[in-house]
């Protein structure tokens, strides 16, 4: 099958899928959504997936219209790799969805949520499968607005909460949008058509001016999408707000549409000729993850978590996109690889894991009731298999090994180091200083994960003792379990995720990465490509050789090379690893219960609490507490204001209450969106005053229009 | 920071000789009454015991040595004074001692969780004394620790009050076998002067099998030395009463 | 002001109310209804300059007697406010609330969980000596017809007690600290609310560790008491003791022996500054200094042997006896002793020097743990503490006992409140504890008396002295066979306890140790 004809049967599914869903009634509303929305997410993926395999994409140009362009649909290695991801996350994220169409949360706008969900899907193939601007504007506004449309369809709560939420996705989105379409125009102000091809052939002939213009214009205009800093004030909200089925799919499909739209023009279309464009990319990329990540560690809301955490991955992946249109400028196409595919790398493994840190979210909120970390706690008992798939996640999105956060993690830390080969003094420092802050970044996203982990699963239950707490259902558990599973196996298995992105790679960077990093140790010694011998020997000495024969591929070993001095700058390979600590949980398992505790009696016995009666809940560390030493060192951006009230007292010396409340508000909130609106409101007051009611100035008013008008007329 | 160095180099090496050779200096201890034959005064300095730590049979004065408050009324203010020895090494084994010593790998290294069940502070301050340069427990081993679940001999001091009942079970249900518990002190024996009080248990032997027992109001660090050596093996048990006593328990 | 004028202010303010001065005592009594019980307290306390040293709630065999005493400077003297009330209504106003003597508080709460006594106003009376979790309200042990097997068979724990929360703040949670915690320290419990680094508000639990020292007591003979008061806080048993034996000899008018006076001042001496050496020990341990804990534990150590080898027991057990001494001590081991002593404090001089120029020493006990002087007053603080926040009451001084007006001493004091002020007090007093003993060892004759005959009678009075770790004061009555009808301790360390919530709020965990080492406190003299 070709991948046009998976393309078609994705749409036709959606569309059969509609049409089910506006037939049938509400409780067959879950099959629908079950088994089309799935059909539809695996005709996606399968598109995808044959796209980049066999490296053959299609350009179908549909129709013309007059004086503006013919809509082409077109499906290139870059886009193919969107939709690959894509059509895996949306796979689980629909089982998701359908199996909460049965519970509460939806309860009366079943048929409307399926809808809009699978025209939602077929709005984001559509962007990703448009082929010109056109098609690609009119995808993406459908896709903006289905969202918004979807936000606001949950129920129950903070209904005006909820309004305000996704009020705010919708006009920031359509700024985003504005100014998207505008950087698109501007690009194509030379061009004869719209389509793809001529935007980027036009491109060439643009003047630094405008090739600014439209960096900047599409950056923070898809960047609103993505939740780069500082257009991002919508993401916490709008995710927060968003009923849990479609959180999943927020977070894991349509985020991604932002970094497409960015890498599209600014890799592929417009690709960079100055150093600075990359730049500016890599420091607003850094920033969204510092800010992303304290946010995010320091809030206590568990959407509002994962929102952050989007915001800093966002920026790990916009950091990669930047360091690579960097090294594109100044002519290293090799290294320029290996940045983009690092950035794909994480963008994808992103959507994995936060889909199913959402779902897991979900199921946290369905079965306890809150989302508030401070009140969670002790889980693991009542949901051992949703800790263990919430535990991947976890692990994931901290990016440990064996799991894929690591690998795109360290894949771009490795990027950072190799500014060491660019010549300017002035990008080598930005570059040192960015890597030293996506290095915080990774750490601060341990703390921040382990608390999240162990506030919510872990310790004292602190809910309601009459609440009734078991294991979500089927759906949610299976689709939890695809999404760890394909986590490990992105982690374990990066010599094959490489070369499959190297048409992907190739597109944005002039090279694939998989020579570069993925050495092919298990080929013969002929085909060894650009090894040298005594290179290969010493890792032949190492192991590198291992599953050669059995296993398929290049090799288990991701190689970050340096130039000649220096071959070898770093290795390492998660399947090795994977193995070695199997083996090393297996051997420890085997010693202490075999040997260790032959003669001896395993006692279990009560936790030590310091001699106290009785050990409340209470008396353990809320998540508030844990965080507090990130918020106390990093107090300049968090900025909070604490107000307390000691009045509550009887006698001056008995105290009934002290009562403190925290209030802070969102770094970009108080140096970019706060100016911002005080200066248009100052704006708008200095103007106002022109509005006094006097009809004799109105009439001087009509009187200045009138000379300036004639003025230019003749002039 | 150098001065501290310096000084603490000047200051030398005064740690005892305890338990190579026996320690001589004064005031090290109180000591203990000795029994002895009394003849007719017996009786009438056996009465003065306010805690009934004198038994007199036929003109022979015994003294249990766990109930000793140290009130000294019967060598002071009396014309027929009991003698007094300056000895220390009391640790004797508790009465329904289930278990042997600790033996090894614990005679050079155990790790010692000290509770207080309500004592006088006296006690506490004797055990807080062994850590400093004049008797140096690190030397023999002995570490103190926080928590019972790194803990193989529980010191306990004080009646054992009502309030801290649960608590001392507690502990001794947190730590890993093997464990021993050491008694320090008249009022972990025996209750000592709070006997009779409705809030205290008696002495730690009402609430957990006590090993060894260190009789002393307050026993002197030397004391205390001598019952953790006992625990772990080091040392023999003495006997808990004066050599004059009948077999048995008087 | 003075005795007389005290008396004229009262009998003027109050005119049904009788103010007697019991001249072998020197004490005032004012005998007042309940009605004006509040208002001659707060005169007292905030007018007159009075601290509060505690109440004393006798059961009479009809009626209930509360003794609330007072005590202030030389002249002033002390006075006691003597309320009374039928036994079947036990309501009486508090004079925390509403005479706004925070330094009452406690002294109410005790006396409601001991006795059922209720304070009108007082808004924390329960969960107390009798914790809700182990006993039910309404036990009253101290009452006469108390019955222990009763009240243990017929126990009934709150299943469901909790800790008061103060705190209101999103994400406030409770550390709990003990009752075992560290690695060798008393018994006792504290809730520190925090939401992460710095205790917002810290409550301390006490009486782990009551072992009921005030009823034990009722029905011993003196001697047997004397026993329990030595026995009850023993690191400053002397102290005790001798403020029991005082309040004995007072009730029976005996009067001891010059040579016992001034040996008990020399012994005294000589254990407030051994006591001292280990609070001193202690804050250097808190701050982990190892090496200055080193030496201060060895002077430590060499004034507990001075102890041993001057009186056979390291805490100076079995000395102290109604009417003297029990045994005397030969003057020239004396001044062995008291040579010893000097040698021990210069090198604590020495100490002091060395400390004052560590900064990372002073870094950790400088502006911690602060006590205003405010705080001092209104909670009567005693002792160093009280010392150390411009608060500088004495009882050597102020109520001279056992022949301390014939010795040349100063009392020191600071004003900073801080933990740095409590050491300079606590360096500073031992200096001044070896100046009396060596006063002391001179003017020891070479041979005397050192005991009174003393025959028990009926009679109450008051004992006290200045402890090492503030002013103790211990009442005493005797019944007809001369037996103890009610005892009652009220310790320095039950009112500083008090005070040290204050003192650990708003700072750090890791400051939490070290301010509890410099406020020197006990829990045992705390807990009876």
Not at chain 1, 491 to 499: A, E, R, W
Not at chain 2, 211 to 235: T, Y
Not at chain 3, 505 to 516: G, S
Request: a neutral charge; glycine letters at 10%; charged letters at 20%.
């Amino acid at each position: 099958m070709t991948a046009l004809t998976l393309v078609l049967v994705f749409f036709a599914a959606c569309g059969a899928g509609i049409v089910f869903s506006l037939v049938l009634g509400p409780a067959r509303q879950g099959g629908v959504l079950g088994w089309l929305g799935c059909a539809a997410a695996l005709a996606a993926a399968a598109a995808g997936g044959v796209a980049l395999y066999s490296s053959s994409g299609f350009v179908l140009p549909l129709w013309p219209l007059a004086e503006l362009t013919t809509l082409t649909l077109s499906l290139d290695p870059l886009a193919a790799a969107f939709l690959l991801a894509s059509g895996l996350v949306l796979l689980p994220a629909s089982i998701y969805a359908a199996g909460e169409l049965r519970g509460e949360s939806l309860r009366g706008r079943e048929r409307a949520f399926t809808v809009m969900l699978l025209a939602l899907y077929a709005s984001i193939v559509l962007v990703l499968v448009a082929g010109d601007a056109l098609l690609f504007l009119l995808g993406w506004e459908i896709m903006s607005i289905l969202c918004y449309l979807l936000v606001l369809s949950g129920r129950g709560g903070e209904n005006g909460q909820r309004a305000a939420s996704g009020y705010l996705l919708l006009a920031m989105g359509e700024a985003g949008t504005l100014a998207a379409a505008l950087g698109l125009l501007l690009l194509a102000r030379n061009a004869p058509a719209l389509d793809f091809a001529a935007l980027k052939s036009a491109g060439t002939g643009l003047g630094a001016y405008a090739r600014w213009g439209v960096f900047l214009l599409t950056f923070f205009g898809f960047g609103v999408k993505a939740g780069l800093v500082p257009v991002n004030s919508w993401l916490q909200r709008a995710y927060a707000a968003a009923p849990r089925a479609f959180a999943p799919v927020l977070a894991g499909a349509t985020l991604n549409l932002g970094l497409y739209g960015i890498l599209r023009v600014n890799a592929e279309l417009l690709p960079a000729t100055y150093a600075s464009t990359g730049l500016v990319a890599l420091v607003v990329g850094t920033a969204s993850a510092l800010i992303g990540i304290l946010y995010a560690t320091t809030d206590n809301d568990l959407k509002e978590v994962l929102a952050h955490s989007s915001i800093e991955n966002v920026g790990i992946v916009v950091a990669g996109a930047g360091a690579g249109m960097v090294f594109f400028a100044t002519r290293h196409p090799a290294l320029a690889s290996i940045a983009f595919v690092a950035a794909l790398y994480h963008l994808i493994n992103h959507s994995f894991y936060k889909t199913l840190l959402f779902i897991g979210v979900g199921a946290v909120e369905t079965q306890s009731g809150t989302r508030d970390m401070d009140r969670l706690g002790g889980l693991i008992k009542a949901m051992p298999l949703t800790a263990l798939a919430f535990l991947v996640g976890a692990i994931s999105i901290a990016g440990l090994p064996p799991f894929n956060g690591f690998v795109s993690e360290w894949l771009t830390l490795q990027t950072m180091l190799r500014a060491a080969e660019l010549s300017s003094i002035g990008a080598k420092i930005v570059f040192v200083l960015c890597g030293a802050g996506l290095a915080l970044t990774a750490a601060l996203a341990v703390t921040c994960f382990v608390k999240v982990f162990a506030m919510s699963f872990l310790g004292m239950r602190r809910l309601d003792r009459a609440r009734q707490v078991r294991e979500p259902g089927r759906a949610t558990l299976s689709s939890m379990t695809i999404l760890a599973l394909i986590c490990l196996a992105l982690g374990v298995l990066p010599t094959y995720v490489v070369p499959l992105l190297d048409p992907a790679t190739s597109q944005l960077a002039g090279t694939g990465a998989s020579d570069a990093l993925v050495p092919s140790f298990f080929a013969a010694s002929r085909e060894h490509g650009s090894l040298p011998p005594a290179f290969r020997a010493e890792f032949h000495d190492l192991g590198a050789q291992v599953g050669q024969g059995v296993l398929p591929g290049r090799g288990e070993v991701v190689l970050h090379r340096g130039g000649e001095a220096n071959p070898v700058v770093f290795a390492m390979s998660t399947l090795y690893m994977l193995a070695v600590l199997a083996g090393l949980l297996a051997l420890t398992y085997l010693v202490v219960r075999v040997w260790l505790t032959r003669a001896r009696r395993l006692a279990r016995g009560e936790r030590w609490d310091g001699g106290l009666r009785r050990l409340l809940p209470e008396m353990t560390y809320t998540a508030t507490g844990f965080s507090n030493p990130v918020r106390v060192i990093f107090d300049a951006i968090f900025r909070p204001t604490t107000v307390e009230d000691t009045r509550d007292t009887v006698a001056e010396h008995f105290r009934n209450a002290i009562r403190r409340e925290r209030l802070s508000v969102h770094i970009v909130g108080r140096l970019a969106v706060q100016p911002a609106r005080n200066a248009a409101f100052g704006i708008a007051r200095g103007l106002a005053t022109m509005h006094h009611g006097r009809l004799n100035a109105y009439a001087a008013y009509v009187l200045l229009a009138l000379v300036i008008v004639l003025a230019f007329g003749l002039l | 920071m150098s001065q501290w160095v310096i000084r603490g180099l000047r200051s030398g090496i005064v740690t005892t000789a305890y338990p190579r050779s026996a320690e001589t200096a004064a005031g090290v201890t109180p000591g203990l009454p000795v029994g002895g034959e009394l003849g007719a005064q017996a009786a009438a300095l056996v009465q003065r015991c306010p805690v009934h730590a004198l038994q007199e049979a036929g003109g022979r004065v015994s003294v249990d040595y766990r109930r000793c408050v140290h009130c000294f009324r019967c060598a002071r203010g009396v014309d027929s004074a009991l003698a007094w020895q300056q000895s220390y090494e009391w640790g004797s084994r508790g009465e329904a001692a289930p278990q042997d010593s600790l033996g090894d790998p614990f005679r050079r290294s155990a790790h010692i969780l000290v509770v207080d069940a309500g004592d006088c502070g006296a006690c506490l301050n004797e055990v807080k004394q062994l850590n400093n340069p004049y008797y140096n427990m690190h030397r023999l081993g002995f570490f103190i620790t926080p928590t019972p679940r790194h803990a193989d001999v529980l010191l306990v001091v004080g009646p054992v009050t009502d309030h801290m009942r649960v608590a001392l079970k507690k502990i001794y249900d947190a730590m890993p076998t093997p464990k021993r518990v050491v008694a320090v002190g008249a009022c972990a024996l025996t209750g000592g002067v709070f006997a009779d009080s409705f809030v205290s248990a008696g002495g730690v032997h009402q609430v957990l099998p006590v090993d060894v027992e260190v009789p002393g109001n307050p026993p002197p660090p030397l004391a205390i030395l001598h019952g953790l050596l006992v625990a772990v093996g080091r040392k023999p048990a003495a006997s808990s009463t004066s050599v004059h006593a009948a077999a048995g328990r008087p | 002001m003075n005795r007389s004028e005290l008396k004229n202010e009262i009998e003027r303010a109050w005119p049904g109310v009788q103010c007697r001065l019991d001249a072998a005592s020197g004490a005032s009594e004012v005998a007042c209804e309940r009605a004006v019980l509040v208002d001659v307290c707060r005169r007292l306390f905030h007018e007159w300059g009075f601290g509060f040293a505690g109440l004393i709630v006798e059961e009479g065999a009809e009626a209930w007697l509360l003794r609330y005493v007072f005590y202030g400077e030389r002249d002033a003297g002390r006075v006691c406010v003597l309320v009374s009330g039928p036994l079947a209504e036990q309501v009486f106003p508090s004079i925390a609330v509403k005479a706004r003597i925070p330094a009452a508080d406690w002294h109410e709460r005790e006396a409601e969980d001991l006795f059922g006594v209720r304070f009108e106003g007082h808004p924390r009376l329960g969960d107390f000596v009798l914790h809700d979790d182990a006993w039910q309200e309404g036990v009253e042990p101290m009452r006469r017809g108390f019955d222990p097997e009763a009240a243990l068979r017929n126990r009934l724990p709150h299943p469901d007690w909790r800790p008061r929360r103060i705190v209101q703040e999103a994400g406030a949670f409770v550390m709990p600290v003990g009752p075992k915690f560290s690695g060798v320290a008393e018994s006792v419990h504290f809730e520190l609310e925090t939401v992460g680094e710095d205790v917002i508000r810290s409550w301390t639990r006490l009486f782990y560790k009551w072992r009921a020292v005030e009823k034990l007591a009722e029905g011993k003979t003196i001697d047997d008491a004397l026993l329990l008061a030595e026995r009850f806080a023993a690191t400053t048993a002397f102290a005790h003791g001798l403020a029991f034996c005082q309040a004995v000899e007072t009730v029976a008018g005996a009067e001891t022996p010059a040579r016992a006076r001034i040996l008990r001042v020399f012994l005294a001496e000589l254990e407030r500054l051994r006591q001292h050496a280990g609070a001193i020990r202690e804050i250097c341990e808190s701050t982990a200094l190892a090496v200055a804990n080193s030496q201060a534990a060895m002077l430590e150590e060499e004034l507990l042997r001075v102890s041993g080898e001057l009186s056979g027991h390291r805490y100076l057990f079995g000395l102290l006896a109604p009417g003297g001494l029990l045994a005397d001590l030969p003057t020239q081991a004396c001044r062995t002793a008291q040579r010893e002593a000097s040698a021990a404090v210069a090198r604590l001089d020495e100490l002091e020097r060395r400390l004052t120029i560590s900064s990372s020493f002073l870094d950790r006990i400088e502006e911690v743990g602060i006590i205003r002087p405010h705080t001092a007053r209104s909670y009567s603080l005693v002792g160093p503490v009280a010392r150390a926040s411009a608060f500088a009451r004495d009882l050597r001084r102020a109520q001279p006992y056992s022949g301390y007006d014939e010795f040349e001493f100063e009392v020191p004091s600071e004003e900073e409140g801080d933990g740095y002020a409590r050491l300079r007090v606590l360096f500073a007093e031992a200096r001044q504890s070896v100046r009396i003993m060596e006063q002391a060892a001179r003017a020891l004759g070479e041979g005397g008396d050192v005991r009174a005959p003393v025959t028990p009678c009926a009679g109450a009075a008051l004992g006290w002295a200045e402890a090492p770790r503030g002013a103790t004061f211990h009442w005493v009555r005797l019944d007809q066979a001369g037996r103890i009808g009610r005892y009652r301790v009220m310790t320095p360390s039950f009112a500083n306890w008090h005070s040290f919530h204050l003192a650990a709020e708003k700072f750090a965990f890791q400051d939490f140790p070290i301010i509890l080492s410099t406020f020197d406190l006990s829990v045992a003299e705390n807990d009876r």
